[in-house]
């Protein structure tokens, strides 16, 4: 945490000059990924530590309430580095609605940003290390492991399992059908002429129904069979997906000079008020069922393996979406005979002979249909397998003990 606070703070110094001036000067990419590798493994740290506290301070029959301290968590998280920031961060957001003059920058920078975090980071860190103490009246339990090592060489055994085995295979293939939905939606609606200050805001009426709603499912996911949540909500996350391209489809033909109306931002609203619903469903489920079988011998470690698992399920299917839309878009070349725009020299050579490529199919349209059939077959093919994970003894999950 302190390494983390540090870290931020001393990037909000350099961050300007990572990502250039726009002016000649470009962004130091090489720069960039080392800087946010380093994020992320400070950020790995923090979750498997808070993961490892909250299996050992909640008990057994209560673990699964882990799943709504981490979603609401995550949530607020959200709002307070996104959905703010964009916002604050944004000239035009902040001369419309914050200021009386207008300044040619929002209220506040990205480095400010850093900064201010950095600071709450070392702050809280040390209100913790002063306020919180460790209960040494109890007699630790024994660890499994000993060193980095042993950790990996446990780990390596844990996935050999047959129950864990199974999960992670079943993981990774489950959120296909929602990755065309999750990933492209967003874009496409920026492409059609959405502002993005506009779609970050509207996130914010969605902050307390996504604080509320771990709370509510937390009712049926605490018990011993969260995967039923899990896979009651997955259908209705589908169906979704279309109506979110039929919302794409939609959005050019309601567009006028001043912008758009009011009910079509209502209709936004209201079809991301349902995807969260069901996505939430399936996420606060999903973490229920991980901390329910996690071992907490090496608890913080075996349930961050399973949510790294669940995690990489969502993220693979997302990137394939986004890098199959251009082949998956049909381009015809108009205003030049004989020119076609299958590929990106062919494009150039239409645009060369006076035409232009026109899209006749696009890409999206085709893909959420495909996920939407491939996130039903899962469902019906696999999904009763999946449900059927929670049924296994507690001996399936533990650890094989070495001494």
Same mark, same amino acid.
């Given at each position: 945490?302190?390494?983390?606070?540090?870290?931020?703070?001393?990037?909000?110094?350099?961050?300007?000059?990572?990502?250039?001036?726009?002016?000649?000067?470009?962004?130091?990419?090489?720069?960039?990924?080392?800087?946010?590798?380093?994020?992320?493994?400070?950020?790995?740290?923090?979750?498997?530590?808070?993961?490892?506290?909250?299996?050992?301070?909640?008990?057994?029959?209560?673990?699964?309430?882990?799943?709504?301290?981490?979603?609401?968590?995550?949530?607020?998280?959200?709002?307070?580095?996104?959905?703010?920031?964009?916002?604050?961060?944004?000239?035009?957001?902040?001369?419309?609605?914050?200021?009386?003059?207008?300044?040619?920058?929002?209220?506040?920078?990205?480095?400010?940003?850093?900064?201010?975090?950095?600071?709450?980071?070392?702050?809280?860190?040390?209100?913790?290390?002063?306020?919180?103490?460790?209960?040494?009246?109890?007699? $630790?339990?024994?660890?499994?492991?000993?060193?980095?090592?042993?950790?990996?060489?446990?780990?390596?055994?844990?996935?050999?399992?047959?129950?864990?085995?199974?999960?992670?295979?079943?993981?990774?293939?489950?959120?296909?059908?929602?990755?065309?939905?999750?990933?492209?939606?967003?874009?496409?609606?920026?492409?059609?002429?959405?502002?993005?200050?506009?779609?970050?805001?509207?996130?914010?009426?969605?902050?307390?129904?996504?604080?509320?709603? $771990?709370?509510?499912?937390?009712?049926?996911?605490?018990?011993?069979? $969260?995967?039923?949540?899990?896979?009651?909500?997955?259908?209705?996350?589908?169906?979704?997906?279309?109506?979110?391209?039929?919302?794409?489809?939609?959005?050019?033909?309601?567009?006028?000079?001043?912008?758009?109306?009011?009910?079509?931002?209502?209709?936004?609203?209201?079809?991301?008020?349902?995807?969260?619903?069901?996505?939430?469903?399936?996420?606060?489920?999903?973490?229920?069922?991980?901390?329910?079988?996690?071992?907490?011998?090496?608890?913080?470690?075996?349930?961050?393996?399973?949510?790294?698992?669940?995690?990489?399920?969502?993220?693979? $299917?997302?990137?394939?979406?986004?890098?199959?839309?251009?082949?998956?878009?049909?381009?015809?070349?108009?205003?030049?005979?004989?020119?076609?725009?299958?590929?990106?020299?062919?494009?150039?050579?239409?645009?060369?002979?006076?035409?232009?490529?026109?899209?006749?199919?696009?890409?999206?349209?085709?893909?959420?249909?495909?996920?939407?059939?491939?996130?039903?077959?899962?469902?019906?093919?696999?999904?009763?397998?999946?449900?059927?994970?929670?049924?296994?003894?507690?001996?399936?999950?533990?650890?094989?003990?070495?001494?």
């Amino acid at each position: 945490q302190y390494v983390l606070g540090l870290f931020m703070i001393y990037m909000s110094t350099q961050v300007d000059v990572l990502l250039g001036d726009g002016q000649g000067r470009g962004p130091d990419v090489v720069a960039l990924t080392v800087t946010f590798f380093l994020f992320e493994f400070l950020a790995a740290t923090q979750d498997i530590a808070v993961d490892g506290w909250a299996l050992t301070m909640l008990s057994r029959e209560n673990v699964g309430y882990a799943s709504t301290c981490n979603s609401v968590g995550q949530t607020a998280g959200y709002f307070l580095g996104n959905v703010l920031f964009l916002a604050l961060e944004s000239a035009s957001f902040c001369n419309k609605y914050l200021r009386f003059q207008p300044q040619p920058q929002g209220i506040v920078t990205l480095s400010d940003f850093l900064f201010f975090w950095g600071a709450v980071f070392l702050i809280t860190t040390t209100l913790v290390a002063l306020l919180k103490k460790e209960n040494k009246e109890l007699t $630790p339990t024994k660890e499994e492991t000993k060193g980095i090592t042993d950790t990996y060489r446990l780990l390596f055994s844990i996935i050999k399992m047959p129950a864990v085995l199974t999960f992670c295979l079943l993981i990774l293939t489950a959120k296909v059908g929602f990755s065309a939905a999750d990933a492209v939606t967003g874009l496409k609606l920026v492409e059609e002429g959405v502002p993005k200050e506009h779609l970050a805001l509207l996130a914010v009426p969605m902050v307390p129904l996504q604080i509320i709603l $771990p709370l509510i499912i937390s009712k049926y996911t605490a018990g011993p069979q $969260p995967l039923n949540t899990f896979y009651k909500a997955m259908p209705f996350r589908l169906l979704l997906g279309l109506e979110f391209a039929f919302l794409v489809w939609w959005t050019p033909k309601v567009k006028h000079e001043g912008g758009f109306p009011v009910y079509y931002y209502v209709v936004v609203l209201l079809s991301y008020a349902l995807h969260q619903i069901t996505l939430y469903s399936m996420y606060v489920a999903i973490m229920a069922f991980n901390a329910k079988v996690s071992d907490p011998l090496i608890g913080g470690t075996y349930m961050t393996l399973l949510n790294t698992v669940s995690n990489l399920g969502g993220n693979w $299917p997302s990137t394939v979406a986004l890098w199959l839309v251009d082949p998956l878009t049909v381009k015809e070349c108009a205003g030049a005979q004989e020119q076609t725009c299958g590929t990106t020299v062919a494009a150039e050579l239409c645009k060369k002979a006076g035409g232009s490529c026109v899209t006749t199919l696009d890409g999206y349209y085709v893909e959420s249909v495909i996920c939407v059939l491939l996130g039903f077959g899962w469902w019906f093919l696999l999904g009763p397998k999946f449900k059927k994970l929670q049924d296994e003894g507690q001996s399936s999950w533990k650890c094989k003990r070495t001494n």
